[in-house]
């Protein structure tokens, strides 16, 4: 679990990763690209030579250099090679698992010669998912309709997945680790958001933790955002259909709820700029069109919406006092504030209604 003050972003340059791919994976003739990355570094190993050659994927790999904290957890590292490997047998596009000249899916490894720490960070190659990322397209309504029934369909599918390492697996991003935001509170300097941050995670504690053994659970994505989502133009109609799902890094066995909950904050921040409560209404309508969703459930989903947007202004605050020069980290912070006091200053029962009206209207 995270601590405050700890520092777990790998520190390797542009060249030292290139190398990596050179030794590991043997590809030489290659370009590569920074993405973006919140405790990872993540490339994109363009291939410039001969992309027929079967052994390599036409749309090039993505090199994932680990956190040293992650890189700790080897079961949970086999978990998603594990997972990526059962959903792309099931006919869901996310990142394969490339294995290293040694036959394996992954290698631990020490950036620098001289690195003092003793740290090893794990590094693996995926196949890069051609496509646009969800933020870059517009977020229309049959969109975030079928996000919402996407989300569900993965969880469902999901029930056919086991492995050990998911069991008890939970990190500071695990909507049930809200409750720990206050170790990193003292992130936020602005009073009156530090007080509302306090005020959800009370709220949170009593309205969500007192009920946490009586909802439905199972292993979840547990990071389903706009960053995580690629998706391709349908040119029978001009929309945009979900293509593939990447990063599941944060994966665990948790409430149903709290991936709708995590969904639905990161679509309302994509529509921020019109009325992100609105967007609420059509992920949770495409959610139910494979899950019920109980009205235990419906009543706290508020909270849970306002508590991961918390985890995220807070923890992105955090992260970016360790590495300054990561605005990735601040990408929450931008429009969050203002969509977490519109959403909390938002009676509850009118915000029900708004969802439940707007999930009623595809079923008509």
């Given at each position: 679990?995270?601590?405050?003050?700890?520092?777990?972003?790998?520190?390797?340059?542009?060249?030292?990763?290139?190398?990596?791919?050179?030794?590991?994976?043997?590809?030489?003739?290659?370009?590569?690209?920074?993405?973006?990355?919140?405790?990872?570094?993540?490339?994109?190993?363009?291939?410039?030579?001969?992309?027929?050659?079967?052994?390599?994927?036409?749309?090039?790999?993505?090199?994932?250099?680990?956190?040293?904290?992650?890189?700790?957890?080897?079961?949970?590292?086999?978990?998603?090679?594990?997972?990526?490997?059962?959903?792309?047998?099931?006919?869901?596009?996310?990142?394969?698992?490339?294995?290293?000249?040694?036959?394996?899916?992954?290698?631990?490894?020490?950036?620098?010669?001289?690195?003092?720490?003793?740290?090893?960070?794990?590094?693996?190659?995926?196949?890069?998912?051609?496509?646009?990322?969800?933020?870059?397209?517009?977020?229309?309504?049959?969109?975030?309709?079928?996000?919402?029934?996407?989300?569900?369909?993965?969880?469902?599918?999901?029930?056919?997945?086991?492995?050990?390492?998911?069991?008890?697996?939970?990190?500071?991003?695990?909507?049930?680790?809200?409750?720990l935001l206050r170790k990193f509170t003292f992130s936020i300097q602005d009073a009156e958001r530090n007080a509302l941050v306090n005020t959800i995670i009370d709220a949170f504690e009593t309205a969500?933790?007192?009920?946490?053994?009586?909802?439905?659970?199972?292993?979840?994505?547990?990071?389903?955002?706009?960053?995580?989502?690629?998706?391709?133009?349908?040119?029978?109609?001009?929309?945009?259909?979900?293509?593939?799902?990447?990063?599941?890094?944060?994966?665990?066995?948790?409430?149903?709820?709290?991936?709708?909950?995590?969904?639905?904050?990161?679509?309302?921040?994509?529509?921020?700029?019109?009325?992100?409560?609105?967007?609420?209404?059509?992920?949770?309508?495409?959610?139910?069109?494979?899950?019920?969703?109980?009205?235990?459930?419906?009543?706290?989903?508020?909270?849970?919406v306002s508590a991961r947007l918390c985890q995220s202004l807070v923890l992105g605050a955090y992260s970016y006092l360790q590495d300054p020069g990561n605005e990735y980290l601040l990408t929450t912070?931008?429009?969050?504030?203002?969509?977490?006091?519109?959403?909390?200053?938002?009676?509850?029962?009118?915000?029900?209604?708004?969802?439940?009206?707007?999930?009623?209207?595809?079923?008509?």
């Open positions: 679990m995270l601590h405050p003050g700890q520092s777990i972003r790998p520190h390797l340059s542009q060249q030292m990763a290139m190398r990596l791919v050179q030794r590991l994976y043997g590809l030489k003739d290659i370009a590569i690209v920074e993405l973006n990355g919140y405790d990872d570094k993540n490339y994109h190993v363009k291939i410039c030579g001969d992309r027929n050659e079967s052994r390599l994927w036409a749309h090039g790999f993505v090199l994932k250099v680990m956190n040293s904290l992650d890189s700790q957890k080897l079961p949970l590292i086999e978990a998603q090679t594990e997972i990526a490997l059962y959903l792309g047998a099931h006919g869901v596009n996310c990142p394969q698992p490339v294995k290293n000249l040694s036959g394996n899916y992954y290698s631990l490894e020490e950036l620098t010669a001289n690195d003092s720490s003793g740290q090893k960070h794990v590094v693996r190659l995926l196949t890069y998912q051609p496509g646009k990322l969800l933020k870059e397209v517009p977020c229309t309504k049959q969109l975030m309709l079928k996000v919402g029934k996407f989300v569900a369909e993965i969880d469902h599918m999901l029930k056919g997945f086991h492995h050990p390492a998911y069991d008890n697996n939970k990190s500071v991003w695990s909507l049930e680790s809200v409750p969500v933790v007192s009920v946490f053994d009586a909802m439905e659970k199972g292993l979840i994505h547990g990071d389903f955002n706009e960053q995580n989502v690629v998706v391709g133009a349908n040119p029978s109609d001009c929309s945009w259909d979900i293509a593939a799902v990447l990063d599941f890094g944060d994966t665990q066995h948790s409430c149903y709820l709290f991936e709708l909950a995590i969904c639905i904050c990161y679509m309302m921040l994509l529509a921020a700029d019109s009325n992100p409560l609105d967007v609420g209404g059509h992920v949770i309508a495409g959610y139910s069109m494979v899950r019920t969703l109980p009205d235990v459930e419906f009543s706290i989903l508020k909270i849970c912070s931008q429009k969050g504030w203002d969509v977490l006091q519109l959403i909390w200053n938002t009676p509850n029962n009118d915000l029900m209604s708004k969802w439940k009206e707007t999930v009623t209207s595809y079923q008509e």
